[in-house]
Structures are given as C-alpha cells and as structure tokens.
C-alpha cells in the first residue's frame, strides 16, 4: 500500500501506471474502463481519461474505494468475525480473479524473460481454489457454532489451523516462485502491478490468519 497521506492524492495528476502499482485492484478498473495503464503508463490519469471521453470524477470515486480505512480490532467476537469476513474474506475473493489475470498476461508477454514468474497464474488459481473452499468452512461452519456458542468446536478449530498452516506454505511457495515478489530491473507496468498486489496479498493473509489463530480461536478453545 501506499505510504502517500490519503487526504493529499490527486488522482488525476498521478500517471496511470503508478496509480496501478500503488493501489492493488486499480488495473480491474482501468481495465474496465479500457484505460491503458502498461504502455501508456507515464501518462497522468486525466490525461488517460480525456483521451478515452471518461468522467474523471468517476474513476477517481472507483480507485478511492480501493484504499482501506484503519479499522480497530473490535472487542467482542462477533465484530471480529464481521470484520474477517468483510476485510479479509471478501478482499481476497476480490483481489484473487484480477492477480491470475494480470499473472497470465505477464506470462504471456514476457515468456523468455529470465525472471519470468512461469506457472504463477496456475499456482495462484489452485491457491483460490484452496482459500475459498477454506473461507467457506469457516463461514458455513465454523463462524455459526461460534456465534450459537456451540459446545465442540475445538475439532473444527483444530482443522481450520492446519490450513492456516498449509496457506503459510503456499506463501513460502510463493514468494520462492517470484524471487520474493520483487520485479526485476525494467519490469512492464504490468507486472509491477501484478507484484504490488501480490504483496498487499502475502501481508493481507498473514494478518488475516492471525487474527484467528491468536485473537479469535482462543476465545472458543478453552
């Protein structure tokens, strides 16, 4: 994420394509509104927009909800879990579809590169496979026995923080495949995008399974 002050962004007057490397999520929507944000990333965004006969207001209302608002831990249990569900469930199964994309791009366009992250849109698919069917138990599952303070949840739990375990082998994996998410000298825009979001989604997973594992888990394992 960016470490600019959110109250002093001027989308407009930043090029496109640093726009896409500071804010994962941006390139779905340049995307959407068939804004050049590789090749013509020097460009500024108002620039990319005239060009296009975009509202700039539009597109600045998009890319604002992309950044997230400091959220405080809540106290009780229910919060906690609302808050994994909508800023780490819902983020992920967002963010996900777009990192394969811009992985099978890169992919395709850089295919003799030395550094050329081969098979990253395979993993990255297998790996939303694997956090989905995850997210699902826990929302399906899981969650509900917690908010009935159902009696038997420790297996459950138990089975859960074995995937917590297998999802931090897929990040070790996965920093492995892409020399620890860091592009090379020279990389396209869109593969500076594609690593910006792979970071925000490594450090996204990190947070998220330790919310559970340490905070809310301990609450119902007694």
């Not at 990040?171 to 020279?186: F, Y």
């Not at 690593?195 to 997973?205: A, F, M, Q």
Request: contains cysteine.
């Amino acid at each position: 994420m960016t470490d600019l002050d959110v109250q002093e962004l001027n989308f407009g007057e930043m090029p496109i394509g640093e726009i896409a490397v500071q804010f994962p999520g941006a390139t779905a929507i340049f995307r959407e509104n068939k804004l050049d944000y590789c090749c013509g990333g020097a460009i500024s965004l108002a620039g990319a927009v005239q060009r296009r006969g975009i509202a700039l207001a539009d597109v600045e209302r998009q890319l604002a909800q992309l950044i997230p608002q400091q959220t405080d831990l809540p106290d009780n249990s229910k919060g906690i879990i609302d808050l994994i569900i909508s800023r780490y469930h819902d983020t992920h199964r967002r963010e996900l579809p777009e990192l394969i994309q811009l992985a099978r791009r890169v992919e395709r366009v850089q295919p003799e590169h030395p550094e050329a992250p081969t098979g990253l849109a395979d993993f990255l698919a297998q790996m939303e496979a694997d956090l989905g069917s995850h997210m699902e138990k826990e929302e399906l599952v899981l969650f509900p026995m917690f908010r009935a303070g159902h009696p038997m949840v420790s297996a459950p739990i138990a089975a859960m923080q074995a995937e917590h375990v297998d999802h931090g082998q897929t990040l070790e994996d996965l920093a492995a495949l892409t020399h620890d998410i860091q592009p090379p000298q020279g990389a396209c825009g869109s593969w500076r995008a594609l690593y910006s979001g792979l970071r925000k989604l490594s450090n996204d997973l990190i947070d998220h399974i330790h919310i559970e594992n340490n905070i809310l888990f301990p609450r119902f394992n007694g």
